[in-house]
Protein backbone atom coordinates (compact mmCIF):
# COMPACT_ATOMS: atom_id res chain seq x y z
CA UNK A 1 0.00 0.00 0.00
CA UNK A 2 1.35 3.67 -0.49
CA UNK A 3 1.58 6.25 1.97
CA UNK A 4 -0.71 8.91 3.03
CA UNK A 5 0.52 12.07 4.09
CA UNK A 6 -1.18 15.03 5.89
CA UNK A 7 0.12 18.63 5.31
CA UNK A 8 -0.89 20.99 6.92
CA UNK A 9 -0.38 24.81 6.09
CA UNK A 10 -0.67 24.89 2.11
CA UNK A 11 -2.80 27.67 0.82
CA UNK A 12 -1.05 28.36 -2.92
CA UNK A 13 1.66 27.03 -4.75
CA UNK A 14 4.40 28.92 -3.41
CA UNK A 15 5.15 27.45 0.03
CA UNK A 16 7.16 25.02 1.20
CA UNK A 17 3.71 23.14 1.75
CA UNK A 18 3.36 22.45 -2.06
CA UNK A 19 6.65 21.53 -2.40
CA UNK A 20 6.60 19.07 0.03
CA UNK A 21 3.17 17.63 -0.89
CA UNK A 22 4.78 17.38 -4.77
CA UNK A 23 7.42 15.47 -3.36
CA UNK A 24 5.77 13.05 -1.56
CA UNK A 25 3.26 12.35 -4.68
CA UNK A 26 6.07 11.92 -7.22
CA UNK A 27 7.63 9.64 -4.57
CA UNK A 28 3.84 7.33 -4.71
CA UNK A 29 2.06 8.86 -1.64
CA UNK A 30 -2.28 9.84 -0.85
CA UNK A 31 -2.03 13.87 -0.56
CA UNK A 32 -4.27 15.12 2.29
CA UNK A 33 -3.68 19.29 2.89
CA UNK A 34 -5.21 21.28 5.79
CA UNK A 35 -5.71 24.80 4.33
CA UNK A 36 -5.68 27.77 7.05
CA UNK A 37 -10.01 28.51 7.26
CA UNK A 38 -9.41 32.43 6.25
CA UNK A 39 -7.47 30.83 3.25
CA UNK A 40 -9.76 28.05 2.44
CA UNK A 41 -12.42 29.28 -0.55
CA UNK A 42 -9.63 31.41 -2.56
CA UNK A 43 -7.46 28.01 -2.51
CA UNK A 44 -10.32 25.60 -3.18
CA UNK A 45 -11.57 27.55 -6.38
CA UNK A 46 -8.14 28.09 -7.55
CA UNK A 47 -7.43 24.04 -7.34
CA UNK A 48 -10.66 23.72 -9.45
CA UNK A 49 -10.26 26.32 -11.90
CA UNK A 50 -6.71 24.75 -12.85
CA UNK A 51 -4.85 27.62 -11.48
CA UNK A 52 -2.13 25.36 -10.26
CA UNK A 53 -2.48 22.88 -12.79
CA UNK A 54 1.17 23.89 -14.35
CA UNK A 55 2.61 23.89 -10.65
CA UNK A 56 0.61 20.49 -10.10
CA UNK A 57 3.12 18.63 -13.13
CA UNK A 58 4.87 15.55 -11.75
CA UNK A 59 8.44 14.61 -13.14
CA UNK A 60 6.83 11.94 -14.55
CA UNK A 61 4.47 14.35 -16.70
CA UNK A 62 1.19 13.26 -14.61
CA UNK A 63 -0.50 15.88 -12.15
CA UNK A 64 -0.45 15.97 -8.27
CA UNK A 65 -3.46 15.28 -7.41
CA UNK A 66 -4.97 16.11 -3.68
CA UNK A 67 -7.03 13.82 -2.36
CA UNK A 68 -9.23 16.09 0.05
CA UNK A 69 -8.39 19.41 1.43
CA UNK A 70 -9.63 20.26 5.09
CA UNK A 71 -10.61 23.66 6.44
CA UNK A 72 -7.98 24.19 9.23
CA UNK A 73 -7.22 26.60 12.21
CA UNK A 74 -4.09 25.17 13.80
CA UNK A 75 -4.62 27.69 16.78
CA UNK A 76 -7.67 26.09 18.24
CA UNK A 77 -7.70 22.57 19.46
CA UNK A 78 -11.74 22.10 19.64
CA UNK A 79 -14.97 23.97 19.45
CA UNK A 80 -15.02 24.81 23.58
CA UNK A 81 -11.07 26.86 22.47
CA UNK A 82 -12.89 29.53 20.10
CA UNK A 83 -13.85 32.84 20.56
CA UNK A 84 -17.43 34.35 19.59
CA UNK A 85 -15.94 36.25 17.83
CA UNK A 86 -14.43 33.58 15.59
CA UNK A 87 -16.95 31.88 15.54
CA UNK A 88 -19.62 34.54 13.95
CA UNK A 89 -17.12 35.69 11.41
CA UNK A 90 -18.56 34.99 7.99
CA UNK A 91 -15.14 33.34 6.62
CA UNK A 92 -15.01 30.64 9.98
CA UNK A 93 -18.86 29.67 10.10
CA UNK A 94 -18.56 29.08 5.98
CA UNK A 95 -16.75 25.95 7.23
CA UNK A 96 -17.60 23.48 9.92
CA UNK A 97 -14.85 20.86 12.08
CA UNK A 98 -12.02 23.00 11.28
CA UNK A 99 -10.05 22.46 15.13
CA UNK A 100 -7.26 20.19 15.32
CA UNK A 101 -9.23 17.63 17.14
CA UNK A 102 -11.83 18.08 14.51
CA UNK A 103 -9.82 17.64 11.44
CA UNK A 104 -7.70 14.39 13.00
CA UNK A 105 -10.99 12.61 13.76
CA UNK A 106 -12.27 13.75 10.47
CA UNK A 107 -9.19 12.16 8.34
CA UNK A 108 -10.15 9.19 10.66
CA UNK A 109 -13.62 8.50 9.45
CA UNK A 110 -12.13 9.48 5.44
CA UNK A 111 -9.48 7.30 5.88
CA UNK A 112 -8.65 5.40 8.83
CA UNK A 113 -5.26 6.02 9.01
CA UNK A 114 -1.94 8.20 7.79
CA UNK A 115 2.09 7.78 7.23
CA UNK A 116 2.83 10.82 7.47
CA UNK A 117 2.82 14.25 9.62
CA UNK A 118 3.63 17.81 7.96
CA UNK A 119 3.53 21.14 9.50
CA UNK A 120 3.98 23.94 6.69
CA UNK A 121 2.97 26.62 8.99
CA UNK A 122 3.51 29.92 10.98
CA UNK A 123 2.25 32.76 12.14
CA UNK A 124 3.44 35.94 13.83
CA UNK A 125 1.07 38.78 14.20
CA UNK A 126 4.05 41.24 15.64
CA UNK A 127 6.80 39.25 13.23
CA UNK A 128 7.91 42.30 11.88
CA UNK A 129 8.32 44.52 15.43
CA UNK A 130 11.70 43.74 16.99
CA UNK A 131 11.72 41.40 20.34
CA UNK A 132 12.10 44.39 22.60
CA UNK A 133 8.72 46.04 20.93
CA UNK A 134 6.37 42.76 21.16
CA UNK A 135 3.78 42.96 23.52
CA UNK A 136 2.87 39.57 25.18
CA UNK A 137 -0.08 38.73 23.19
CA UNK A 138 1.72 39.37 20.51
CA UNK A 139 4.54 36.81 21.41
CA UNK A 140 2.26 34.31 22.56
CA UNK A 141 0.10 34.45 19.45
CA UNK A 142 3.21 33.23 17.26
CA UNK A 143 4.31 30.54 20.14
CA UNK A 144 0.22 29.50 19.86
CA UNK A 145 0.30 29.08 15.94
CA UNK A 146 4.19 27.94 15.15
CA UNK A 147 5.68 25.81 17.60
CA UNK A 148 2.23 24.66 19.90
CA UNK A 149 0.36 23.93 16.58
CA UNK A 150 3.10 21.30 15.90
CA UNK A 151 2.48 19.81 19.57
CA UNK A 152 -1.13 19.51 19.24
CA UNK A 153 -1.14 18.45 15.60
CA UNK A 154 0.91 15.58 16.56
CA UNK A 155 -1.08 14.95 20.11
CA UNK A 156 -4.22 14.51 17.86
CA UNK A 157 -3.23 12.44 15.12
CA UNK A 158 -0.73 10.36 16.31
CA UNK A 159 -3.29 7.77 17.27
CA UNK A 160 -4.36 7.14 13.45
CA UNK A 161 -0.41 7.16 12.44
CA UNK A 162 0.63 4.12 11.51
CA UNK A 163 4.20 2.77 13.33
CA UNK A 164 7.12 3.39 11.48
CA UNK A 165 5.34 6.57 10.41
CA UNK A 166 6.94 10.13 10.20
CA UNK A 167 6.92 13.75 11.28
CA UNK A 168 8.48 17.11 9.64
CA UNK A 169 8.22 20.50 10.89
CA UNK A 170 9.86 23.64 8.96
CA UNK A 171 11.88 25.67 11.20
CA UNK A 172 14.39 28.83 10.35
CA UNK A 173 18.04 29.55 11.59
CA UNK A 174 16.81 32.42 13.75
CA UNK A 175 16.25 29.94 16.60
CA UNK A 176 19.68 29.82 17.23
CA UNK A 177 21.56 33.01 15.51
CA UNK A 178 20.83 36.52 15.65
CA UNK A 179 18.59 37.30 12.67
CA UNK A 180 17.65 40.46 13.17
CA UNK A 181 14.29 41.58 11.52
CA UNK A 182 12.70 38.08 12.19
CA UNK A 183 10.74 39.39 15.27
CA UNK A 184 7.38 39.44 16.92
CA UNK A 185 8.75 36.18 19.13
CA UNK A 186 9.25 34.03 15.52
CA UNK A 187 12.65 33.67 16.62
CA UNK A 188 11.46 32.09 20.14
CA UNK A 189 8.99 30.49 18.82
CA UNK A 190 11.13 28.25 15.81
CA UNK A 191 13.60 27.53 19.13
CA UNK A 192 10.67 26.07 21.07
CA UNK A 193 9.87 23.81 17.74
CA UNK A 194 13.33 22.99 17.56
CA UNK A 195 13.28 22.14 21.39
CA UNK A 196 10.46 20.39 21.02
CA UNK A 197 11.23 18.26 17.98
CA UNK A 198 13.27 16.41 20.66
CA UNK A 199 11.64 16.18 23.43
CA UNK A 200 8.30 14.86 20.75
CA UNK A 201 11.20 12.49 19.14
CA UNK A 202 11.67 10.50 22.62
CA UNK A 203 7.73 10.37 23.18
CA UNK A 204 6.45 9.74 19.89
CA UNK A 205 9.25 7.27 19.14
CA UNK A 206 8.82 5.10 22.23
CA UNK A 207 5.15 5.29 22.68
CA UNK A 208 4.45 4.87 19.17
CA UNK A 209 7.37 4.12 16.87
CA UNK A 210 7.25 7.40 15.07
CA UNK A 211 10.07 9.69 13.91
CA UNK A 212 9.95 13.11 14.24
CA UNK A 213 12.38 15.36 12.60
CA UNK A 214 12.54 19.15 11.19
CA UNK A 215 14.04 20.55 7.91
CA UNK A 216 15.50 24.32 8.68
CA UNK A 217 14.85 25.78 5.81
CA UNK A 218 16.62 29.04 4.46
CA UNK A 219 15.07 31.86 2.85
CA UNK A 220 12.10 31.29 -0.13
CA UNK A 221 9.56 33.92 -1.27
CA UNK A 222 6.37 32.35 -0.17
CA UNK A 223 3.50 34.28 0.98
CA UNK A 224 4.10 34.11 4.47
CA UNK A 225 7.98 34.87 4.09
CA UNK A 226 6.61 38.50 1.66
CA UNK A 227 4.93 39.54 4.72
CA UNK A 228 8.01 39.70 6.96
CA UNK A 229 9.73 41.92 4.44
CA UNK A 230 12.97 41.43 4.40
CA UNK A 231 12.88 38.43 2.40
CA UNK A 232 14.85 39.73 -0.61
CA UNK A 233 17.34 40.62 0.95
CA UNK A 234 17.91 37.01 2.77
CA UNK A 235 17.69 35.38 -0.52
CA UNK A 236 20.44 37.74 -1.67
CA UNK A 237 22.40 37.33 1.70
CA UNK A 238 22.44 33.92 0.89
CA UNK A 239 23.25 33.74 -2.46
CA UNK A 240 26.71 36.15 -1.92
CA UNK A 241 27.50 34.30 1.63
CA UNK A 242 26.50 30.44 1.16
CA UNK A 243 28.80 27.90 0.36
CA UNK A 244 26.27 27.00 -2.94
CA UNK A 245 25.72 30.22 -4.53
CA UNK A 246 22.14 29.08 -5.87
CA UNK A 247 19.02 30.35 -4.97
CA UNK A 248 17.33 27.54 -3.08
CA UNK A 249 13.85 25.88 -4.61
CA UNK A 250 11.38 24.81 -2.49
CA UNK A 251 11.40 21.47 -4.85
CA UNK A 252 14.80 20.84 -2.76
CA UNK A 253 13.46 21.30 0.79
CA UNK A 254 10.44 18.78 -0.33
CA UNK A 255 13.02 16.39 -1.54
CA UNK A 256 14.58 16.36 1.77
CA UNK A 257 11.50 15.81 3.26
CA UNK A 258 10.20 13.29 1.20
CA UNK A 259 13.58 11.44 2.06
CA UNK A 260 12.61 12.19 5.69
CA UNK A 261 9.63 10.59 5.66
CA UNK A 262 10.54 7.38 3.46
CA UNK A 263 12.51 4.29 5.07
CA UNK A 264 15.16 5.76 3.75
CA UNK A 265 15.92 7.96 6.56
CA UNK A 266 14.32 5.15 9.38
CA UNK A 267 17.00 5.96 11.56
CA UNK A 268 17.10 9.61 11.71
CA UNK A 269 14.99 11.16 14.36
CA UNK A 270 15.05 14.09 16.69
CA UNK A 271 17.11 16.05 14.23
CA UNK A 272 17.22 19.40 12.62
CA UNK A 273 18.27 18.39 8.78
CA UNK A 274 19.53 22.13 7.50
CA UNK A 275 18.57 22.68 3.90
CA UNK A 276 19.59 25.95 3.08
CA UNK A 277 22.54 25.92 0.81
CA UNK A 278 24.92 25.20 3.92
CA UNK A 279 24.56 28.90 5.09
CA UNK A 280 24.18 27.51 8.65
CA UNK A 281 27.81 26.62 8.40
CA UNK A 282 29.26 29.86 7.50
CA UNK A 283 30.98 31.88 10.51
CA UNK A 284 31.57 34.95 8.86
CA UNK A 285 29.85 36.62 5.53
CA UNK A 286 32.77 36.44 2.73
P1 LIG B 1 3.41 29.74 3.32
O1 LIG B 1 2.69 31.03 3.32
O2 LIG B 1 3.36 28.92 2.07
O3 LIG B 1 2.93 28.79 4.49
C1 LIG B 1 2.45 29.21 5.73
C2 LIG B 1 1.05 28.64 5.84
O4 LIG B 1 0.59 28.71 7.17
C3 LIG B 1 0.04 29.41 4.99
O5 LIG B 1 -0.59 28.51 4.09
C4 LIG B 1 -0.96 29.93 6.03
O6 LIG B 1 -2.27 29.95 5.52
C5 LIG B 1 -0.80 28.88 7.12
N1 LIG B 1 -1.29 29.27 8.44
C6 LIG B 1 -1.01 30.40 9.14
N2 LIG B 1 -1.66 30.37 10.33
C7 LIG B 1 -2.34 29.20 10.38
C8 LIG B 1 -3.20 28.58 11.34
N3 LIG B 1 -3.50 29.20 12.50
N4 LIG B 1 -3.73 27.37 11.07
C9 LIG B 1 -3.46 26.74 9.90
N5 LIG B 1 -2.65 27.27 8.95
C10 LIG B 1 -2.10 28.49 9.19
O7 LIG B 1 4.91 30.09 3.73
P2 LIG B 1 6.21 29.19 3.95
O8 LIG B 1 7.31 30.18 4.04
O9 LIG B 1 6.31 28.09 2.98
O10 LIG B 1 5.99 28.61 5.42
C11 LIG B 1 5.94 27.23 5.72
C12 LIG B 1 6.89 26.93 6.88
O11 LIG B 1 8.23 27.13 6.45
C13 LIG B 1 6.70 27.84 8.10
O12 LIG B 1 6.87 27.09 9.28
C14 LIG B 1 7.85 28.81 7.96
O13 LIG B 1 8.23 29.40 9.18
C15 LIG B 1 8.92 27.88 7.43
N6 LIG B 1 10.10 28.52 6.85
C16 LIG B 1 9.99 29.40 5.81
C17 LIG B 1 11.12 30.01 5.28
C18 LIG B 1 11.01 30.98 4.11
O14 LIG B 1 11.98 31.70 3.82
N7 LIG B 1 9.90 31.04 3.42
C19 LIG B 1 12.40 29.72 5.80
C20 LIG B 1 12.48 28.80 6.86
C21 LIG B 1 11.33 28.21 7.37
Known amino acids: RGKRAFIAGVADDNGYGWAIAKSLAAAGAEILVG ?12 LRRGKFDESRILPDGSLMEITKVYPLDAVYDNPDDVPEDVKAN ?21 FGSIDILVHSLANGPEVSKPLLETSRNGYLAAISASSYSFVSLLKHFIPIMNPG ?12 RIIPGYGGGMSSAKAALESDTLVLAFEAGRKHRIRVNTISAGPLRSRAAKAIG ?16 KELTAEEVGNTAAFLASPLASAITGAVVYVDNGLNAMGVGV
Open 165 to 176: GASISLTYIASE
Open 35 to 46: TWVPALNIFESS
Open 230 to 245: FIDMMIDYSLENAPLQ
Open 90 to 110: KRYSGSSKWTVQEVAESVKQD
